[in-house]
């Protein structure tokens, strides 16, 4: 009996090295934010008590950004026959598979920090509304042909061909 994933021995294209740094500054904006704003009822009513807050804040963003490297390390996909498979997740792994004739609109988006950095993400949308699968820190390069290449493979399948 054949495992329905049937998940190829080959290796992942991964995502670029450089989309740690992307990430690590994500999260560290998002944590100056969390712990100013966790700071405020403890700066204002000068209770000692309340800066347990945004210390466990910080301590848990640390510990957050610190498995940073390894989350981006799992993020990978691969093309095969009939679709893409999509995987990401260290504790809990999500497999997505995007089959090629389900591909509607394939998009390149570039934040501030991937452009200084030359990353892409790659989004694929699908007439099903849950399967926003994203495929962050691609070389641009390396994007802008994966997406001809996936819109060539869709236009093909939709075809029938």
Same mark, same amino acid.
């Given at each position: ?16 090295p ?30 000692a ?11 848990i ?5 610190a498995? $940073? =490297?390894?989350?981006?390390? &799992?993020?990978?996909?691969? @093309? !095969? %026959? ?18 090629y ?25 699908t007439?099903a ?5 994203? $495929? =962050?820190?691609?070389?641009? &390069?390396?994007?802008?042909? @994966? !997406? %001809? ?13």
């Open positions: 009996m054949t495992n329905r994933l049937d998940l190829p021995t080959v290796d992942w294209r991964r995502v670029s450089k989309y740690v740094l992307v990430d690590v500054i994500g999260n560290v904006v998002l944590m100056i934010g969390l712990v100013a704003v966790s700071s405020i009822p403890a700066y204002v009513s000068r209770v008590a309340w800066w347990i807050l945004p210390a466990a804040l910080l301590v963003m640390i510990v957050v950004i498995f $940073v =490297p390894r989350r981006v390390r &799992a993020i990978g996909y691969q @093309l !095969r %026959d009939d679709d893409l498979l999509f995987r990401r997740g260290l504790l809990f792994q999500r497999f997505v598979s995007v089959p004739g389900r591909m509607q609109l394939i998009d390149i988006t570039r934040g501030p920090v991937s452009r200084a950095l030359g990353l892409s993400d790659l989004h694929f949308v007439a509304a849950s399967s926003g699968v994203v $495929v =962050p820190g691609l070389l641009v &390069a390396d994007a802008e042909e @994966l !997406r %001809d290449q996936l819109v060539a493979l869709a236009e093909t399948r939709r075809a029938g061909l």
